[in-house]
């Protein structure tokens, strides 16, 4: 099913991704983090990832948001879902207490290269958000923060403190 929501003044693209992606419910309380990802993939956007989400994914993986080049945003999980995105070792600096149950994921799209300020100001903006939502700050880290992954591969370039 494929819906319009309409958020601070713009309507997000929502289509909800296969269950493969994601699992059980929790409570807003218990996010802590918000953790950012890179799709890994060049001239992709939002809505094609989303629709991927909701259509052809057969993996165990999923990610809440996704966020073009241009900051157009597209959710693909429901927050209080726990969507499979960090769960592939704890070896990084968070990897003992940030996973995939206490987290909010954030995917941008066509960052190969490097992040893009529209990026940066719509994850500044879905953050503050997302903060009020769950009624206390977010930590915002990177997946590489938590496993070590190479990802995004432009991790400890300043994108969290920009954003923070």
């Known amino acids: 099913m494929i819906q ?3 958020k601070g003044g713009k309507f997000m693209y929502y289509r909800k991704a296969r269950s493969i992606s994601y699992g059980g419910k929790r409570p807003y309380s218990d996010i802590k983090f918000l953790i950012i990802h890179y ?4 001239n992709d956007t939002a809505k094609n990832n989303v629709d991927y989400f909701a259509t052809s994914n057969t993996r165990t993986a999923g990610a809440h948001y996704f966020i073009s080049a241009d900051g ?3 959710k693909s999980i429901p927050i209080n879902r726990v969507a499979y995105s960090v769960g592939d070792g704890k070896s990084g600096k968070y990897g003992n207490i940030a996973n ?3 987290s909010i994921n ?3 799209c066509d960052a190969v290269r490097g992040f893009h300020r529209p990026q940066v100001l719509r994850v500044a903006k879905l953050k503050k958000r997302l ?3 769950c009624g206390h700050k977010l930590i915002m880290i990177t997946h590489y923060d938590v496993s070590k ?3 995004p591969p432009w991790h400890g370039s300043g994108f969290e403190a920009f954003v923070n």
């Open 106 to 108: 954030v995917e941008l």
């Open 72 to 74: 157009t945003i597209a």
């Open 149 to 151: 992954k190479n990802c």
């Open 100 to 102: 995939n149950y206490n």
């Open 4 to 6: 319009y929501q309409y």
């Open 131 to 133: 903060e009020k939502k």
């Open 39 to 42: 799709t890994g993939n060049n």
